[in-house]
């Protein structure tokens, strides 16, 4: 599987960060989707998932301004979050989970989001 | 919720074994899988062990994990260190409601 990630990398405070993941490969309609941000001052965090089914599941800190969402059609999913401020600064990856076996399996390149007025 | 804690940095010596220990805070570290992750500088995170001590097939057979639930904790091992093992290592594993989460990372420096 490959992935191919873009999206703006550079807000100001109070917009709202988009990101899409595109799937090569794979359909998404087998696994699990995730977004994981990587920042200096808090190391890895799972950010959220969407099934293929388009069921989605949150990190309960970020929940209220995550938004996560699948195109099956144009085989990529994305994620929004709303309000950034300087503490969302971060390395942003796609991910992908496995049916069977636990963990992350494949990774994207990693978006890197600056949020500075 | 709860924390995954891994020493910030470890070193060895080429040819080596060096472990890399994960505690978790609260709740039983045997009831949910645990996972590693090499990430490499400029480079997304990798597995190398997933569920405690399973190793995926393109991963050397130098890294094996464990837990330990006398400590609640699980272990990162990788012998016979060679230079490329340099990099960041994060343990992971899930809440009650099968949400990732990462430790903080630990630097190992081959040297």
């Known amino acids: 599987v490959q992935f191919q990630q873009w999206g703006a990398g550079l807000l100001k405070p109070s917009e709202t960060l988009s990101l899409t993941c595109a799937v090569y490969g794979e359909s998404l309609s087998v696994f699990n989707w995730h977004w994981i941000r990587q920042s200096p001052g808090k190391g890895l965090e799972w950010i959220g998932k969407v099934t293929h089914r388009g069921s989605t599941d949150y990190n309960p800190s970020l929940k209220s301004r995550v938004t996560i969402s699948i195109d099956t059609s144009n085989n990529q999913f994305s994620l929004k979050l709303t309000s950034v401020t300087a503490a969302d600064r971060a390395v942003y990856y796609c991910?992908?989970?496995?049916?069977?076996?636990?963990?992350?399996w494949g990774w994207g390149q990693g978006t890197m989001v600056t949020v500075s007025s | 919720n709860f924390m995954l804690t891994q020493p910030h940095s470890v070193s060895e010596s080429p040819g080596k074994t060096v472990t890399i220990s994960c505690t978790r805070s609260s709740g039983s570290i045997a009831n949910k899988y645990v996972q590693w992750y090499q990430q490499r500088p400029g480079s997304a995170p990798a597995i190398v062990i997933y569920?405690?001590?399973?190793?995926p097939s393109d991963v050397s057979d130098r890294f094996s994990g464990s837990i330990d639930s006398s400590s609640n904790s699980a272990s990162l091992t990788i012998s016979r260190l060679k230079t490329e093992d340099e990099a960041d290592y994060y343990c992971q594993s899930y809440d009650n409601n099968n949400q990732g989460v990462f430790g903080g990372g630990t630097k190992l420096t081959v040297l």
């Open positions: 569920e405690h001590n399973r190793r």
């Open positions: 991910a992908r989970d496995s049916p069977s076996a636990a963990g992350f």
